[in-house]
Every structure is written in C-alpha cells, then in structure tokens.
C-alpha cells in the first residue's frame, strides 16, 4: 500500500441518499416550472458547479440568485427526508477494512454534517470532518480537499479519496491524490469507467482497491 491516508466522500458514497438528492432536486425544479428528473437520468447528467447542471436540466440559463433560490429550496427539501437515510449497506465493513488513517470531506453544510455523522454510529472513526463553510453549495471539490489535507498535514501524494463523481476525480488529481470511484452513487456508472480511474461497485471493493493504488 503506498496510500497512508483514506478520504471518504459522504453524499452518494458512505451514505445511501440519491433517491433522496432527486426527488429534492426535483422540488427545486418544480418551484420555477421545471421538469421532473429520473434516477437514471440524474446520474448521466448531474456535474458539479451544481449550478451548470441546473441550467442544463432547466433548458435555460440560471444565473447566481436564482442558483441560490433553487439551492435553498433543495436543501429545505433534503433536510426534511435525511431521517429515512441510511449508510450504504457496506458502509462499516469498508471503513473497518482500511488499515490507515481515515477523514470525511463533504460538500453537505459543516454544522449539520459533524452531527449528522455521530448519529449514524460513527463518531471517533474519523481524524478529521470537513462539509461546506458557505450558505450556498455546489463547486467544485478540488480546492475543499486541499484544504482538507493541509488541516491534516497529509500529502496529496499520501492521500486517496473515495467517491462516486468525476468531480471527485477530478479533485483527487488536482492535489496530486489516487482516487478509486463507486458506481452507487450519483453518477452512471458507464460515466466512471470511460474515465480510466479505477471503478469499485462496492465500497468494500472500493478500500481494496485502494489499498493497492
């Protein structure tokens, strides 16, 4: 194992919430006229600035106030159903397979994620959790992971994340970090493979990938 250090994505990745990031996606579209979205099809589509996606879905252009309008709305939305979810069903056996050390990096609101995680019986698991310090969501990851290391001390080149976006990826490299993606998340998994990076379709499968990168 060269990699010393496991960041574990949250959203679409240890938890198991895409149906309920859809249907409050589509709460948010609802509220300006917009079309439903399907599973599937947010899974071939949804990118990060989240914004871009919007527009793209929407057919128009969705301009900063209007990003945080919708933004506020999905968020109300997905607060209200965080109770009906769960982890993914390997979620524990994965984080218990790593031999290193491990830390959380989410782009979920910071005060809510700290909370959140200790409720699902993870409290003490992880040397550091970082979520979202802004009112509005939807960058990109690239400068929250480099961030997230330096607060560790942790090389990029020591470092590497499990998630399930191509933002995720494209994060990973741009501190220099391996990456290794999971199918059962946000993103279709034919996106992730034609992206070359490694591809797990379980997360235990995911942290023994990990520990040969």
Not at 36 to 49: I, K, L, Q, T, Y
Not at 181 to 203: C, M, Q
């Amino acid at each position: 194992m060269t990699a010393k250090h496991l960041v574990w994505d949250w959203n679409g990745t240890l938890l198991d919430d895409l149906h309920l990031v859809v249907s409050s996606t589509n709460e948010a579209f609802a509220a300006v006229g917009g079309r439903s979205v399907g599973a599937d099809e947010h899974r071939r589509m949804f990118r990060r600035p989240v914004a871009e996606f919007y527009a793209e879905m929407l057919g128009r252009a969705v301009d900063a106030e209007e990003f945080g309008r919708l933004d506020r709305i999905f968020h109300d939305a997905y607060r209200m159903g965080l109770t009906d979810i769960t982890l993914a069903h390997d979620a524990m056996t994965a984080i218990k397979t790593w031999p290193g050390t491990q830390s959380l990096l989410s782009m979920w609101f910071h005060s809510e994620l700290v909370p959140a995680v200790e409720t699902y019986g993870l409290a003490g698991v992880f040397t550091r959790i970082d979520g979202l310090r802004a009112e509005v969501g939807g960058d990109l990851k690239a400068g929250h992971l480099a961030r997230h290391l330096d607060g560790l001390g942790v090389a990029g080149g020591d470092a590497v994340l499990i998630g399930d976006s191509l933002d995720d990826a494209a994060a990973a490299d741009a501190v220099g970090a391996a990456s290794v993606l999971y199918t059962g998340g946000f993103t279709d998994p034919a996106r992730l493979r034609e992206s070359g990076r490694p591809v797990a379709d379980s997360l235990v499968e995911a942290v023994k990938m990990a520990m040969s990168l």
